[in-house]
Nanobody, 119 residues
Framework: QVQLVESGGGLVQPGGSLRLSCAAS????????MSWYRQAPGKERELVAR????????NYADSVKGRFTISRDNAKNTVYLQMNSLKPEDTAMYYC????????????WGQGTQVTVSS
């Protein structure tokens, strides 16, 4: 069955770094645009970063540009989010998303990994 399993979250001090990973299985990973979303308590889920199926194109929320980097390894069916210079406002549950739109839309979500930035 389809699975997206996030890992790498945790507690980090402001200014620190974390690297999130999302391991995919059960679908053809290289066909899918992969994204990271986040949701803080009381707020709507927001797009953090997106990477094309080949990895040749990326885009980021303005709030994370220059601090976060999304990447993927299609041989390992894994997408990453390197997060540097973390701020307390980055605290949220981070979710991995895979999406493919052809004649139909196929979309999958992971269960999330918690990132807490606090001193």
């Amino acid at each position: 069955q389809v699975q997206l399993v996030e890992s790498g979250g945790g507690l980090v001090q402001p200014g620190g770094s974390l690297r999130l990973s999302c391991a995919a299985s059960g679908f053809t990973f290289s066909w899918y645009v992969m994204s990271w979303y986040r949701q803080a308590p009381g707020k709507e889920r927001e797009l953090v970063a997106r990477i094309s199926d080949t990895g040749g194109s990326t885009n980021y929320a303005d709030s994370v540009k220059g601090r976060f980097t999304i990447s993927r390894d299609n041989a390992k069916n894994t997408v990453y989010l390197q997060m540097n210079s973390l701020k307390p406002e980055d605290t949220a549950m981070y979710y991995c998303n895979g999406r493919r739109a052809t004649m139909m839309v196929y979309e999958y979500w992971g269960q999330g990994t918690q990132v807490t930035v606090s001193s």
